[in-house]
C-alpha cells in the first residue's frame, strides 16, 4: 500500500463554482453534454485584472439616526459632528472584521453624513476596502451574497461617550432605551446574520464603486411617497429657494458653532485658571497639614510626658493617701483604747491574741466598735459573784467557771 501511495501524485488544480440557473439545470438534465458549452469564471486569484493586489470595494451605511432593534438610539446632531470631526480619516481609519471578531479583514477611509432614502432616515456612510488578496474566501462569499441579495449587512462597534436611559423615547413609550451619545466608532462587521439596524448594509465590488454620497446628498429631502427605492439625482434637486434657504440654515449653524468653540477657549480658560488656583491652594494646604502634623506629634510626645507623671503623681497620692489612712487608724486606736475598762486594757498586753485584737479594734467600723465597746462594758460591770458568795456562803450555778456565753473570758485574766 505505501508503494501505492508513492506512485500517486497530488494535483493542485483551481475550480469555480457557479449558481446554476433553472433552465441550466432543466438542459443538463436533458442534455449530458450541455455542461461542455457552459463558460465558466475563472476563479480569481491574489492579483487583479488592474496588476494590483486584488480589493474588495465596499460602501457601507453602518449607522442611522433613532432607535434600533438592540434598544440602542442615537442623536443625528451628534452623528453629523462625528462625520464632521473626520471619522475613519487616517491615520484613524475604522477596522473592517466578520461577525465582531476584531480580526482586521480590511479599513473604512472616508465617510459621509447623508439620507438614506431606503431607511428614511439620516445616517453614517463609510467607503472601506477588504484585502481580497488575504482574505479571498471572505471576498469571494460576499460577492456572492451580493449577487443573491444585492447587499451585505453590516454591524458597528461603538463607546459612547455618555449613556442616557429612558423609557418616553418617542416612538418606543414605555420600553427601555439606552441613547448613546458621542459615540466613538472603532468597527463596522459584515455580517452572516441580520444586524440590530435593519438598514445597516454595504454594497461591494472589484470594480471602481463611486461614492454614494455623490448619488444621495446630505441636503436630500426624504422621498415622502415612503418608497424603498434609492432616488434619482432629479428627484432630490431643490429649487433656487430651498438651497437658500439652507444655505442660510448652513451659515448660522457656522455662525453657532464659532461662537461655542469661542464660548468653549473660554471656558477652557476659565478652567485652567481655576486649576492653577486649586493647585495654589493645595500645596498651601499641605504645608499646613505639615505643620499640624509637626504640632501634633509635639502635642503627642507632651501628652505621653504629662501621663507618665500623672501616673507618678497617683502613685505618690495613694501612698499618700494609705499613710493617712495609718494614721487615722492610729489615732482611732488610741481613741478607742481610751474607752474601755482599765482592767482589759491591763489584760491586753499579756493576751497570747493582742496584735489580732489591736487590728481588730483599728480596723472596726464604728458601728463594729459600738457592739465590741458594750460587750467590754457588759463584761466588767456584771455582778460581783464573790462579795455574794462570802455574804451568803455558795455561789449561784447558773454561771459556772466554763461557762462563756458572751465570749468575754479570753479578755480577762
Same mark, same amino acid.
Given at each position: 500500500?505505501?508503494i ?6 497530488q494535483?493542485l ?8 440557473a433553472?433552465?441550466e439545470i432543466e438542459?443538463l438534465v ?5 455542461i461542455?458549452?457552459? !463558460?465558466? !469564471? /475563472? ?5 487583479g485584472?488592474d ?6 470595494l465596499l460602501?457601507a ?6 432607535r434600533n432593534?438592540?434598544g440602542?438610539a442615537?442623536?443625528?446632531e451628534?452623528? /453629523?459632528?462625528?462625520v464632521r470631526?473626520?471619522?475613519?480619516a487616517p491615520p484613524?481609519a475604522?477596522m473592517?472584521?466578520?461577525?465582531h471578531d476584531?480580526t482586521p ?6 465617510t ?5 432614502t ?7 456612510l463609510?467607503n472601506g476596502?477588504?484585502?481580497?488578496w488575504?482574505?479571498?474566501e ?8 451580493? %449577487? ?5 449587512p453590516?454591524s458597528?462597534a461603538?463607546?459612547?461617550e455618555?449613556?442616557e ?16 451619545h458621542?459615540?466613538?466608532f472603532?468597527t463596522t462587521?459584515l455580517l452572516?446574520?441580520?444586524p ?5 448594509r ?9 461614492n454614494v454620497?455623490?448619488?444621495v446628498t446630505?441636503l ?14 432629479e428627484?432630490?434637486i431643490?429649487?433656487e429657494k430651498?438651497?437658500e434657504v439652507?444655505?442660510q ?11 461655542i468653540? %469661542? ?8 478652567? !485652567?485658571?481655576? %486649576? ?6 493645595i %500645596? /498651601?494646604l ?5 505643620e499640624?502634623e ?7 510626645e507632651?501628652?505621653e ?8 503623681v ?5 501612698a499618700?493617701?494609705?499613710a493617712? !489612712? ?5 489615732n ?11 482592767i482589759?486594757v ?8 493582742k496584735?489580732a ?8 467600723s464604728?458601728?463594729?466598735? /459600738?457592739?465590741i465597746?458594750?460587750s467590754?462594758d457588759?463584761?466588767s460591770t ?5 462579795g455574794?458568795s462570802a455574804?451568803?456562803g455558795v455561789?449561784?450555778r447558773?454561771?459556772?467557771?466554763d ?7 479570753k479578755?480577762?485574766?
Amino acid at each position: 500500500m505505501d508503494i501505492l501511495q508513492d506512485t500517486f501524485r497530488q494535483l493542485l488544480i483551481r475550480a469555480t463554482v457557479k449558481e446554476a440557473a433553472e433552465t441550466e439545470i432543466e438542459e443538463l438534465v436533458n442534455n449530458p453534454k450541455f455542461i461542455e458549452s457552459c !463558460e465558466m !469564471e /475563472e476563479a480569481a486569484g491574489p492579483i487583479g485584472k488592474d496588476g494590483k493586489p486584488r480589493m474588495l470595494l465596499l460602501s457601507a451605511w453602518i449607522v442611522h439616526v433613532g432607535r434600533n432593534l438592540n434598544g440602542q438610539a442615537f442623536i443625528k446632531e451628534e452623528l /453629523e459632528n462625528r462625520v464632521r470631526e473626520g471619522l475613519f480619516a487616517p491615520p484613524h481609519a475604522g477596522m473592517i472584521d466578520y461577525d465582531h471578531d476584531f480580526t482586521p479583514r480590511g479599513f473604512w477611509y472616508t465617510t459621509d453624513f447623508a439620507y438614506d432614502t431606503q431607511a428614511g432616515e439620516w445616517g453614517i456612510l463609510a467607503n472601506g476596502a477588504v484585502w481580497a488578496w488575504r482574505f479571498s474566501e471572505l471576498a469571494d462569499s460576499i460577492l456572492a451574497e451580493m %449577487q443573491r441579495n444585492g447587499y451585505i449587512p453590516v454591524s458597528m462597534a461603538a463607546l459612547p461617550e455618555s449613556v442616557e436611559y429612558t423609557t418616553s423615547y418617542p416612538g418606543f413609550e414605555g420600553k427601555a432605551t439606552e441613547v448613546l451619545h458621542n459615540p466613538v466608532f472603532f468597527t463596522t462587521s459584515l455580517l452572516d446574520i441580520s444586524p440590530a439596524d435593519p438598514a445597516a448594509r454595504a454594497e461591494a465590488s472589484e470594480e471602481f464603486m463611486p461614492n454614494v454620497a455623490n448619488q444621495v446628498t446630505d441636503l436630500a429631502i426624504a422621498n415622502q411617497s415612503g418608497s424603498s427605492e434609492i432616488q434619482s439625482q432629479e428627484d432630490i434637486i431643490m429649487d433656487e429657494k430651498e438651497l437658500e434657504v439652507l444655505r442660510q440654515e448652513r451659515d448660522d449653524a457656522l455662525d453657532k458653532a464659532s461662537k461655542i468653540e %469661542q464660548e468653549f477657549t473660554d471656558y477652557k480658560k476659565e478652567i !485652567e485658571e481655576a %486649576q492653577a488656583e486649586s493647585d495654589k491652594t493645595i %500645596q /498651601e494646604l499641605r504645608t499646613v497639614v505639615a505643620e499640624y502634623e509637626v504640632a501634633l506629634k509635639s502635642l503627642s510626645e507632651a501628652k505621653e510626658a504629662l501621663e507618665a507623671e500623672l501616673e507618678t503623681v497617683k502613685q505618690e497620692l495613694a501612698a499618700l493617701q494609705a499613710a493617712m !489612712e495609718d494614721i487615722e487608724k492610729d489615732n482611732r486606736l488610741k481613741a478607742r483604747l481610751a474607752e474601755l475598762p482599765e482592767i482589759v486594757v491591763e489584760n491586753l498586753d499579756a493576751h497570747p491574741e493582742k496584735d489580732a485584737l489591736i487590728k481588730k479594734f483599728r480596723d472596726a467600723s464604728d458601728e463594729e466598735w /459600738e457592739i465590741i465597746k458594750n460587750s467590754f462594758d457588759l463584761a466588767s460591770t456584771g455582778p460581783n459573784y464573790s462579795g455574794r458568795s462570802a455574804a451568803q456562803g455558795v455561789l449561784p450555778r447558773g454561771q459556772g467557771a466554763d461557762d462563756d456565753r458572751f465570749g468575754l473570758r479570753k479578755y480577762i485574766k
